[in-house]
């Protein structure tokens, strides 16, 4: 049974910065693409980063590029979000997403087979 694990949200003050990490159980990091979406109140699910595990390609959001790193450390089977300069408008829940396949449409959240729970994250201005 597959478990994402998400941990390392909290509230931060605008400019500040946060590492997420999530944790992966029961299945191998290494041959997984791996997602993180945001879920701002009153919003849809939005894509914000992903690590591809085929071609090691990495890609992001437009609106978090330059403050966003994805990474991943397939020896401890978890992937890591580092955030910086955030700012209110990153105020949201963010989850972790796994996806076993070829993943072209990195960018949908139907393209990924298991999520975690979430984890939130709040930036006051």
Sequence with gaps: QVHLLESGGGLVQAGGSLRLSCAANGLTLRVYTMGWFR???GKEREFVAASMWRSGSIYYANSVKGRFTISRDNAKNTVYLQ???LKPE???VYYCAADSGY?????????YDYWGQGTQVTVSS
Excluded: E, L
Aim: hydrophobic share 15%; net charge negative.
């Design 103 to 111: 993943t072209p449409n990195y960018k949908q959240d139907d393209s």
């Design 39 to 41: 879920q701002a109140p």
């Design 83 to 85: 955030i910086d300069s």
């Design 90 to 92: 990153d105020t949201a």
